[in-house]
């Protein structure tokens, strides 16, 4: 198995305080990596070691098989980045930057402009200053400027913040096709977890500098039970109906409102039938699966 980024226990020490603390993160070749954790968990910091912006403390970080040093410069020529904000040349256009961009990053192909501006959908752009973008259209031109060269590996740092939700839905299907056509691989952190769910090959999950866990999305699934969600107005009597009459043991009463039924073998409508027969009122039945967030919430509140 090919990996495109490994670190060995990763440290990094500010004013005498670890921010991340022994992590040890493993990035396969081609696949979109979700690196979750809440605000000030060491996601940020993370990248800023990985992309050369500040030192590790100790530790190591191997990036296309070669170990990361301060003249590491073809490695981060391979990539594209976003860390936190993307910073451009306010009074310049959106094509100026890229082609400046485009200079400094020593590729050559001049024609990538135009198609990466239609690739992001970055419209009625034509001579304007970036300064006069709104916050989604300069997120827009960051996620443009990071996939220009076409790098091998993309690090982006909250990508989708500032997009309302057809531009999210937009960059979901872009990432994916990024990964799956051109075989880019993709670390993308960000805090909408419903939105990483349809995008992730792997999650790693990271709190107070720690990576907690590093799994792959198929395995949360196949671990997440099915469930049905029953809403009433009277739990207490629909919790006698679930254990009395249809003999149902494996339900929880989640608070004034919602039960989970974990015993799936009798069905939705059977369960209707019986508690309307018994007047208990349902305001809604369905059938779910645990999420990534439930999931996310339950590692750490853990730790």
Request: net charge negative.
């Amino acid at each position: 198995m090919e990996y495109i980024l490994r670190t060995n226990n990763l440290i990094k020490v500010f004013n005498g305080k670890r921010v991340v603390s022994d992590v040890n993160m493993n990035i396969k070749k081609g696949e979109i990596y979700g690196f979750l954790g809440p605000n000030g968990a060491g996601k940020t910091t993370v990248m800023k070691l990985i992309t050369n912006l500040i030192k590790p403390t100790s530790g190591e970080i191997e990036i296309f098989g070669e170990k990361l040093t301060n003249s590491s410069f073809e490695i981060l020529k391979r990539m594209g980045t976003i860390i936190e904000y993307p910073v451009f040349y306010d009074k310049l256009t959106a094509e100026e930057n890229l082609d400046l961009h485009l200079e400094y990053m020593g590729y050559h192909d001049k024609s990538a402009i135009g198609k990466v501006i239609d690739m992001v959908n970055l419209k009625n752009i034509e001579g304007k200053a970036v300064k006069d973008f709104s916050v989604g259209m300069k997120q827009r031109l960051g996620i443009a400027r990071s996939i220009i060269t076409k790098p091998e590996f993309i690090l982006l740092d909250e990508p989708i913040n500032g997009l309302d939700p057809i531009g999210i839905k937009e960059f979901r299907s872009l990432f994916k096709m990024l990964s799956k056509e051109y075989g880019m691989t993709i670390l993308i952190s960000t805090h909408i977890l419903a939105e990483i769910e349809q995008m992730a090959d792997t999650i790693g999950v990271i709190d107070n500098g720690k990576l907690i866990e590093e799994v792959s999305m198929n395995s949360i699934r196949e671990s997440n039970l099915e469930y049905i969600e029953l809403k009433t107005n009277n739990v207490e009597k629909a919790a006698y109906v679930l254990e009395n009459i249809l003999k149902i043991r494996n339900f929880k009463i989640m608070d004034d409102n919602i039960i989970r039924i974990y015993e799936i073998s009798i069905s939705q409508s059977e369960i209707l039938k019986n508690l309307v027969s018994r007047d208990v009122e349902v305001e809604a039945i369905n059938r779910k699966s645990s999420s990534l967030e439930e999931h996310f919430l339950k590692l750490i509140n853990t730790f």
